[in-house]
């Protein structure tokens, strides 16, 4: 060991600054240097209690309430906080595990919009003030509920966004050509070919997006006159077979503008 002068103006019975300090597993305090170039130690902590810098570079003891973590603020320095703003202060990567609540979930504090890129999510009372918004792994992807979902709210509907639907025409000659559109709403324009009184034509309607089981509702929205024909639907696993009925007295030589929906619907 050399032989070293302690730094002034700390006491000679302090550790001279050049000795190498014994290291231990299972410390109480430690042993710091402050602005007059001493040495000295923190005092012990309580239970619970880490030690954080301020912007002056100093460190201290902290703890947190229960039910807080640790984060930096927008300065950068280390605080204790809320979960809750931890998650509102911007974006949290989980990695690969999963997120699991069994309280509400609300999701318009933390962003105008909640993505799910996994193939599921499980909420527990969820109360969404935004958009929410599942793009799965696969096609089969889906938001479930052992609820009942409603829309809330004088302006709330529940339905399709833009992108979802489409638009087809009927080729020309006959009512009854049939017509291709994979999408769970669009329009069918069908062709003026005449149509007797009292007569019914049937078309068939290609969807690749319609199963079985599924409802399709035919709403005739413009083209031709409005209340003058009835109109049938028979879903089938990939296709739909839409039957158009003039039911007045005379023939009809018109193009209707048909608006469809899909509505998933199961047998059990």
């Known amino acids: 060991m050399s032989y ?16 190498p300090l014994e290291t231990t597993a299972n410390g109480k305090r430690l042993v710091v240097e402050d602005s007059a170039a001493c040495q000295k130690t923190i005092q012990s ?16 003891w ?26 509102q ?19 318009g504090s933390l962003s105008p919009t909640l993505a799910i890129t996994a193939s599921s999510l499980t909420v527990s009372g969820a109360t969404s003030t935004g ?15 052992s609820s009942t979902i409603l829309a809330n709210g004088n302006a709330s509907k529940i339905g399709y966004n833009t992108g979802a639907g489409g638009t087809i025409t009927q080729g020309a000659g006959a009512k009854t050509n049939s017509v291709t559109l994979n999408r769970p709403t669009g329009i069918i324009v ?3 070919a005449a149509l007797a009184a009292a007569t019914a034509v049937t078309f068939n309607l290609s969807n690749s997006v319609i199963e079985a089981t599924d409802i399709v509702v035919i709403s005739h929205i413009s083209g031709g006159t409005l209340g003058s ?15 158009i009925r003039n039911i007045t007295a005379a023939s009809l030589s018109e193009a209707l503008t048909l608006r469809f929906i899909v509505i998933k619907s199961v047998n059990a």
Do not use: M
């Open 229 to 243: 024909y009835n109109f049938a639907v028979a879903p089938a696993a990939g296709n739909a077979n839409i039957v």
């Open 4 to 19: 070293c002068t302690p730094c002034p103006p700390c006491d000679t019975n302090f550790p001279l600054l050049c000795e």
């Open 89 to 107: 202060s911007g974006p949290v990567d989980l990695g690969s595990q999963p997120l699991t609540t069994t309280g509400a979930l609300t999701v």
């Open 131 to 145: 958009s929410l918004s599942v793009s799965g792994a696969t096609s089969t992807a889906a938001i479930t509920s």
């Open 45 to 60: 902590p309580v239970a619970q209690q880490v030690l954080k810098t301020d912007g002056a570079g100093n460190l201290t």
């Open 62 to 87: 902290t703890n947190g309430a229960s039910g807080t973590v640790l984060r930096k603020d927008s300065t950068g320095l280390l605080e204790f906080a809320t979960l809750n703003s931890v998650l």
């Open 190 to 192: 069908t062709d003026n």
